[in-house]
């Protein structure tokens, strides 16, 4: 048997039978809490749900992997495990996979991505036209299968969720699509999506433009949601992250066997060889370390802080550690689709309840560098510059429209990894971001201006002109309180700008 997943209220395992190459997914639902072991007393279990609707799917021909065999245990009438088991689908992931693989990496061609998208929204539209209403339909419960030679097969799983009705109202329909909505998809991709799904005669007239503004006023305010309810669960231990604990240091640290071990070896000193000093203050010191990993060296960004006079100690009694916070706002950013470095440890050292230090680790993004650098460097061409600042607008403006606030948006905090066509930019220097539940006119005020003031010598007026016009576009809070809000980003600016002449 190998493992697949497991949660508090399932365990998912594969295993092989005896003289067959068939391999089976074993789902077993567990009820780990009172009520829900109440409610199994008066309703029937999750498995025999998932083996009645996976029928009555087959019977419509929606695909789903082919079920063996379902069962359930109960002790005085209360349900206590219940299983059901399924083929494996050879060659098949989960969509959101195939999804960060194929479209976020930018592996395919714009053909394979156009086909698989026009296959995925007939696939919607079919299941959607027979009644069938998945009350959980992300993109996980969603398998893929390409083959070369003919189109792009879904299956459906996790049938438990599912509700099948005489007809789906609008508002079934783009409740489902909202949770299909992935804002790290291209908007092409997405008017791909939805001009696929859409029957020439339309659903009661709507058109691809008004489904396309429902779906995003919805699907913002279910993302919010979402960011909200998740906001500090990377503080707890999960799949991808552990507590870490090495002598006085706490903290937690990714879930990869060799930097773990290699974390306790050298017991957060970070010491001796392979060990490359970048930057050196009495507050703050930031270190490369390069460590071996499968053959190759694996490059991290080692940021250390420290708590000096009575004054930041004190202050350090009631707040969480620098380190703690870059670590909260990473996973915040990362998930928001907003670049960072991809975090991979922190700790902190308390004494008499005060952090007295802190590190925070990430990854070091490969041939990156400082926005500064990259656009005073000669070889750069126009375009290239052009196509930096579409993006950055666009990454600040989508920052600011889910309520974060950089605080510190200064050149040497903006890094870029560029191919040579399209620029990728990634933010650092998380410790002073700042997540809220609206952001106001002073946090947008702040961004902008620190970033006028880094590019005032490097950029020309009409370039910061063209960034703001991008920034703006799509941006109802700035087009309402453009005035207020460039009227404190000029008188910001001009401070900056002086206090940098003086240094």
């Known amino acids: 048997m190998h493992p697949v997943k497991k949660t508090d209220t399932r365990l ?22 009172l009520g829900n072991k109440l409610k199994s007393f008066f309703r029937p279990s999750r498995s025999w749900k998932e083996w009645q609707i996976g029928h009555k799917l087959s019977e419509r021909s929606i695909s789903t992997p082919p079920l063996v065999a379902s069962g ?48 995925f929204a007939l696939f919607v539209r079919l299941i959607h036209d027979q009644g069938i209403y998945p009350s959980d339909f992300h993109q996980g419960n969603v398998l893929i299968k390409i083959e070369k030679t003919s189109p792009p097969i879904f299956y459906l799983i996790d049938l438990h969720s599912i509700r099948i009705k005489r007809k789906l109202t609008l508002q079934n329909r783009i409740k489902n699509l909202v949770q299909l909505n992935d804002f790290r998809i291209s908007m092409p991709d997405r008017f791909r999506f939805l001009k696929s799904y859409l029957p020439e005669e339309m659903i009661k007239g709507i ?9 995003k006023a919805a699907s913002l305010k279910d993302w919010q ?18 507590k870490l604990k090495i002598d006085s240091w706490v903290g937690m640290v990714k879930k990869d066997y060799v930097f773990s071990q290699t974390l306790k070896k050298i017991k957060c000193n970070f010491q001796g060889s392979g060990v490359k000093d970048i930057k050196k203050t009495p507050l703050v010191s930031v270190k490369e370390l390069t460590l071996p990993r499968d053959n190759k060296s694996r490059c991290l960004i080692i940021k250390e802080y420290k708590a000096i006079g009575w004054s930041s100690k004190v202050k350090a009694m009631f707040r969480i550690s620098r380190a703690k916070r ?62 930096f600042l579409v993006n950055l607008a666009r990454l600040v403006r989508w920052m600011h429209q889910t309520n974060i606030c950089h605080g510190d948006l200064k050149a040497s905090n903006i890094l870029v990894a560029s191919d040579g066509k399209n620029p990728r ?15 106001g006119i002073k946090d947008i005020a702040r961004d902008l201006s620190r970033m006028r003031a880094a590019f005032s010598d490097i950029l020309s007026q009409s370039e910061l002109e063209y960034f703001l016009r991008i ?7 700035f087009q309402t309180h453009e005035k207020k809000i460039m009227k404190k980003v000029h008188k910001l600016t001009a401070k900056k700008i002086l206090q940098k002449q003086k240094v």
């Open 12 to 33: 998912v395992f594969r295993c092989n039978l005896k003289n067959s190459e068939k391999s089976l997914i074993v789902k077993v639902f567990k009820r780990s809490h």
């Open 72 to 119: 359930s245990s109960r002790k005085f009438g209360f349900l206590r495990k219940d299983y059901i088991i399924s083929e494996e689908i050879t060659e098949a992931k989960p969509l959101n996979i195939w999804i960060e693989e194929n479209i976020h990496q930018r592996s395919i061609s714009l053909s394979e991505k156009k086909r698989v998208i026009q296959a």
């Open 207 to 215: 058109s691809t433009k008004k489904l396309a503004r429902k779906i």
């Open 225 to 242: 949601h979402l960011w909200t309810k998740r906001k500090r669960k990377c503080l707890q231990s999960k799949k991808m992250a552990e």
């Open 326 to 387: 870059a670590w909260v706002n990473a996973h915040n950013l990362l998930m928001r689709g907003i670049s960072t470095p991809a975090p991979v440890a922190y700790g902190e050292k308390k004494r008499w309840g005060m952090v007295w230090e802190s590190f925070f680790i990430t990854e070091k993004v490969s041939e990156s560098q400082a926005s500064d650098l990259f656009l005073k460097s000669p070889s750069k061409k126009s375009s290239l510059k052009k196509n």
């Open 425 to 439: 930019i990634f933010l650092v220097d998380m410790d002073g971001v700042k997540i809220r539940p609206t952001i």
């Open 471 to 477: 920034y703006g576009k799509d941006n109802r809070f």
